[in-house]
């Protein structure tokens, strides 16, 4: 890994390190926004082991400083949740950008990260496809059976198969490989039949 690219990553895990909410992950207390950013780039190490720079800073920064803008502070409705995630989309752009410009990065170099953050290109740019189906297999294995639990069992087929619409073919192969509960594949499976 080069300098400046250990450098960004290393000031975005101390600034998602300082996430306040926590999650216990393998017997370890750890910020959640942190735990998200690795698992990020685990995942697209999956996908793409031969990533640029710039498409693992991306997937690192997906989450950048998160919890500043809580869910809460949008309307509980569907509407209030696409204005929320739209936002988050441009301030996790901004954060990034901002540590990029601090570790020396030109802006070309800038504006591309803040592309692929933004999503701006899914379907069309396959390294905005290749974060969102490294985002998409993130929530699958590590939040979605969780998540699972809080939603009524008729919502959760529809939110399988929006999931895994935005999800590239690799992407997909990938996710049936995912040791989910027993409970879980079923319903996935079950989902993704009546697709």
């Avoid at 901002?98 to 990260?113: D, F, H, T």
């Avoid at 959760?156 to 935005?166: C, E, F």
Wanted: aromatic share 10%.
């Amino acid at each position: 890994m080069n300098e400046r690219l250990d450098r960004v990553l290393r000031l975005i895990d101390e600034a998602n390190a300082q996430d306040p909410h926590r999650e216990i992950w393998q017997g370890k207390v750890q910020p959640k926004e942190l735990l998200y950013g690795l698992r990020m780039t685990e995942w697209l190490e999956r996908l793409r082991p031969e990533a640029s720079d710039l498409l693992r800073i991306a997937a690192r920064g997906q989450h950048l400083r998160r919890w500043e803008v809580p869910r809460d502070g949008y309307p509980a409705t569907r509407e209030g949740y696409l204005k929320w995630r739209s936002y988050l989309y441009g301030f996790h752009a901004d954060r990034v950008a901002e540590l990029m410009a601090q570790a020396g990065y030109a802006p070309e170099s800038i504006e591309r990260v803040k592309t692929i953050v933004r999503k701006k290109g899914l379907k069309t740019d396959p390294d905005v496809q290749a974060i969102e189906d490294a985002a998409c297999l993130v929530f699958l294995e590590f939040y979605f059976p969780e998540f699972a639990a809080t939603q009524p069992a008729e919502k959760l087929p529809g939110i399988v198969r929006k999931t895994w619409a935005k999800m590239s073919e690799q992407a997909r192969q990938l996710a049936l490989e995912i040791q989910f509960p027993d409970s879980i594949r079923s319903m996935l499976l079950q989902a993704l039949e009546t697709a």
